[in-house]
């Protein structure tokens, strides 16, 4: 057997503790597995006193995480604080500089400093791993570096934040209101104190913007992904798209359009018979495209304890075993800027939803702005009559383009009888 790859961890967390548990529970096997043991060194966390749900007396605990760089007998510094900046960054950069592999689930991380990172990586010939920060136990990272490096990526798309999932599921399921879920949602732990992370889409856009440089070879650029949350999203919305034979899914999708890349996070209609109109609850998926391969899917629990130290020790495997693959597929200095291109660009089906005062003549004056901007209704669905009272009318469109739509989308929400913005969504053919 060859010598134990000694590791260092920073952050007893969630994910941390999660970690220690793993290879408590597994030592053994994964002794088997990476051809070598996998030995906790050291660990530290903000507090020592903290109690935790793992036994930790037999590692060294340091205060400062930068310690874990400077100590001899320490191989690999898993990094599990969080933070795009402060100290976890500053453990990255240090443990890359003393030529230490790092193995990561910071998707704000990556998603900021990714490029950076992986140059020094590479520069200093040692791994950069982050299998849990992009859909938790899924291995999506090592599928799209990896499992589909033969192929043309055309398209990735991924449910990819299990909170927004849980709300939107709730929603359908027992007809509640989005404030009403997310409170229930906190309540049980599935949301944050702050959701706003989750259900405004940051989430879901670090993860994708780490997705679409795997898919396509272009450095992270989270500023380039057009983002749009759940909270607009009302009960409504939920059970027209029900009756239309859909599902509404948060779908982070990357997509190429001849040379230059689209890169959205938004909430889409995916037909409720298709793959990702099964994904329920807190489940994560992501779907890939390729032109050797088609389409190929991955579905699993995409974040929590369990699942995303799973990542983390599969990381650490790897490295065990002498696995050494470019931090993003390719090397980091061939990674180009992205052509980016908006989603408007894209020509698919829509639904919108309009509330407006039931008066006549509403429907034909909706109807002849969307003629003006060339958008063809396939459907429309107007439920009530109550003149003077709000009305929804929902309608579903033949193939536009969605700038059209959106344009058309903010003309109608000008007309003084229409109420708040239109939504709009995707109908995404999955
Ligand atoms: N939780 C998930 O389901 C999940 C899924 C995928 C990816 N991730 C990622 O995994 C990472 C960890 O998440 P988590 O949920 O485990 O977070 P967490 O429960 O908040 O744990 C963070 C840990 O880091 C320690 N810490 C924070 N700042 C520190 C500092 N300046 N110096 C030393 N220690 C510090 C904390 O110490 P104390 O315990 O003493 O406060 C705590 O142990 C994050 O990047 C997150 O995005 C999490």
Known sequence: MKKSLRIGIAGLGNVGTGVVKVIQKHGRDLELRSGRKISIVAVSARSRKKQRAVKLSAYEWVNDPLDLVNHQGIDVIVELMGGAEGAAYDLVVAALMAGKHVVTANKALLAHHGHELALLAEKQKVSLYFE?????????????????????????????????????????????????????????????????????????????????????????????????????????????????????????????????????????????????????????????????????????????????????????????????????????????????????????HFYMHVIVKDQPGMLAKIAEILRDHKVSVEAVIQRGRDPGKPVSIVMTTHKVRQADLRKAAHMIGKLPLVSGKPCVMRIEQV
């Open 132 to 348: 849990g920060s992009v859909a938790g136990g899924i291995p999506a990272i090592k599928a799209l570096r990896e499992g589909f490096a033969a192929n043309d990526v055309e398209c990735v798309r991924g449910i990819l934040n299990g909170t927004c999932n849980y709300i939107l599921t709730e929603m359908r399921e027992t007809g509640r209101d989005f404030k009403d879920v997310l409170k229930e949602a906190q309540a049980k732990g599935y949301a944050e104190a702050d959701p706003s992370f989750d259900v405004d889409g940051i989430d879901a856009a670090h993860k994708l913007s780490l997705l679409t440089s795997l898919a396509f070879g272009v450095k992270p650029d989270i500023g380039k992904v057009e983002t749009t949350g759940i909270s607009h999203i009302t009960a409504t919305d939920i059970k027209h798209a029900t009756e239309l034979g859909y599902r509404i899914k948060l779908l982070g999708m990357c997509r190429r359009l001849g040379a230059q890349i689209i890169q959205s996070v938004e909430p889409c209609l995916v037909p409720e018979q298709s793959a990702l109109g099964a994904v329920n609850g807190v489940l994560n998926a992501v779907q890939v495209e390729g032109d050797f391969v088609g389409q190929g899917w991955l579905v699993g629990r995409g974040a929590g304890e369990g699942p995303t130290a799973s990542a983390v020790v599969a990381d650490l495997i790897d490295i065990a075993r002498g696995h050494h693959v470019p931090v993003f597929g390719i090397p980091a200095k061939t990674m180009k800027a992205g052509k980016w291109v908006s989603a408007d660009a894209l020509t698919g």
